[in-house]
């Protein structure tokens, strides 16, 4: 199977923005969207992209561009809010009015839509990139959707694709369901992402277990217990 993937790099740029909107989506899943001159050159080209959201210069974290609009200089990021973590309680103490510092993303790694299947799973931390690419999948896309998250069922998931989502209440539950998932038949694409040693475990059924072929995957270390700021590709 050829590397169907495309890998572009953007310009990097330290954006101040303001924020103009919060939103409490979910108990534990708020959306922020920000307003500045700046985004009007910001660029992001998929679902799988990264911001550095930038708490302090030393404190960085990384966040899906959930939507943007150059013309408004409009930016929307969802936060899963965490029982502890600096990130959590700037959501959650989000207001309109206050100001925060991104940049990025560096890269974006494009992912075609023409699949015959795809595979979208993680926890509460994919959820922005798995809801911004249900958006964007055309309505002959077969998704399988599978999430660990407090709260996602009654999230909104908006497709014109042909989606079967499945949530899950732990990590475990959703790990079983992934090791136990028949791939589909045709070329498909997998994509997961997580805390870093279930993702590890998926990595391993993924790959080893099934035999995907791993040009046709992205298998990501959202965040790692105990640790801050942890980002990996598995």
Known sequence: MSNRIQRVRHEIKRRELEVIKVQQL????????????????????????????????????D????????????????????????????ARQAAVGQTAV???????????????????????????AIRRRLEELPKDARVQVLVAADGAASLSFHSEAQVAPQFFGSQQALLAAIRALQLPQGEGFFWFAGEASVAAQV????????????????????????????????
Do not use: C
């Not at 561009?65 to 013309?71: A, Q």
């Not at 200089?73 to 309680?89: N, R, Y």
């Not at 494009?110 to 509460?124: Q, S």
């Open 102 to 128: 991104i940049a990025g993303p560096r890269g974006s790694m494009i992912i075609p839509m023409d699949y015959a299947w795809h595979v979208l799973a993680g926890d509460a931390t994919a959820l922005p």
């Open 63 to 90: 966040f899906t561009p959930r939507s943007y609009d150059n013309v408004a200089g409009e930016l929307t990021i969802e936060f899963a809010l965490h029982a502890t973590g600096a990130a959590s309680d700037w």
């Open 203 to 234: 990595r391993d059924a993924v790959f080893v277990d099934k035999g995907h072929p791993r040009e046709a995957a992205r298998i990501s270390a959202y965040w790692k217990q105990g640790a801050s700021g942890h980002h990996e590709d598995l």
């Open 26 to 61: 979910a108990p534990d899943y708020v959306s922020v969207t920000f307003k500045g001159e700046t985004l009007h050159d910001f660029v992001s080209a998929s679902y799988d992209d990264h911001i550095k959201f930038m708490l302090s210069d030393e404190d960085r974290r």
